[in-house]
């Protein structure tokens, strides 16, 4: 959703923590990408190089299939370190074992901060168009991990601002390891450009060069510098009316993918410079959304 002042954007991306590695983003004008190793997952039932090192790891015969055996000793070792004993080896567990280098892990995903390239910037019609706010120039392609509704890992990909890409790696980063549950994390243009579809879709997402829910001015979405985060269970109220007549997740009580005043993805935002829009007043509430100014 979106917010109805307009601002003039500044900076470009600086250095990007990811995992264990760190990064340089791109420049505004450089059309290269870059990228860095990240375990999200490897759990019962995975095999290869990655589950050997983590059997190495926790001294149990190494067989390269993770049987009951790896899941009875990962669940030790999370207990020991007082991470959640759930067997699977996310980032936290993966990072406690001590990591492994890039070339060692047989499952992982590469997070990334990327220029828009030729075919993305095909791809993404109906969210961008001449006359826009920000010159496709001024905008990164990233690719996040995230904890899905279906309690495994998965990546997820955004637009956003330059400026923010960093601190919205950053940001997710924190909501995989905290297993914050995300429906689903694909571009706008996957829905037609139409924020609607995308919100019914209960869809993460970030750019769409559009105007403002019940106005006229320019959406901080299309200067790539908002996150809107599952936002059917996290939706926009104007003046006490929910968007689509539907209430039944307006009330800030806990519940599965959404976003409490105060809670760790509140924090993982704010702490990288993010406001929310369920902290606004003046009637407009919108508890998907958080923006960087
Ligand atoms: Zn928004």
């Known amino acids: 959703m979106s917010h109805n002042l307009v601002r003039l954007l500044a900076g470009t991306g600086a250095a990007v923590a990811l995992g264990a590695t760190l990064v340089a983003a791109p420049s505004a004008s450089a059309a ?6 990240s375990v999200v997952a490897t759990k019962s039932g995975d095999s290869g190089v990655l589950v050997s090192a ?3 790891r926790l001294r149990v015969s190494v067989d390269g299939v993770f049987g009951p055996r790896t899941k009875a000793a990962v669940v030790a070792f999370q207990k020991s370190h007082r991470l959640v004993a759930d067997g699977i080896v996310g980032p936290l567990t993966w990072s406690a074992l001590g990591g492994f280098p890039c070339s060692a892990v047989g499952t992982s995903v590469a997070a990334s901060v990327s220029s828009i390239t030729p075919a993305l910037a095909t791809r993404m019609k109906t969210s961008y168009r001449a006359g826009c706010p920000v010159p496709l120039s001024g905008l990164r392609y990233v690719k996040v991990p995230y904890w899905g509704y279906d309690q495994r890992y998965h990546v997820g990909e955004l637009v956003v601002n330059a400026s923010i890409a960093s601190a ?6 924190t909501l995989a390891r905290n297993h914050f549950p995300i429906q689903q994390m694909r571009l706008v243009d996957d829905f037609g450009g139409n924020d609607d579809n995308s919100v019914k879709a209960n869809n993460t997402s970030a750019y769409n060069c559009r105007k403002i829910t019940n106005g006229t001015g320019w959406s901080m979405h299309a200067y790539g510098k908002a996150i ?12 006490g009316h929910p968007q689509y007549g539907v209430s039944t997740y307006v009330p800030r009580t806990p519940g599965k993918g959404k976003i409490l005043c105060g809670d760790a993805t509140y924090k993982a935002f704010t702490a990288g410079g993010f406001s929310w829009g369920g902290d606004w007043k003046a009637g407009v509430l919108d508890y998907q959304h958080f923006e960087h100014r």
Not at 229 to 239: E, F, G, L, S
């Open 228 to 239: 809107d985060i599952n936002p059917w269970v996290n939706p926009y109220v104007y003046q």
């Open 32 to 37: 290269t990408s870059t990228l860095s190793c």
């Open 54 to 56: 983590i059997q190495s």
């Open 168 to 173: 919205t790696v950053t940001a997710f980063n």
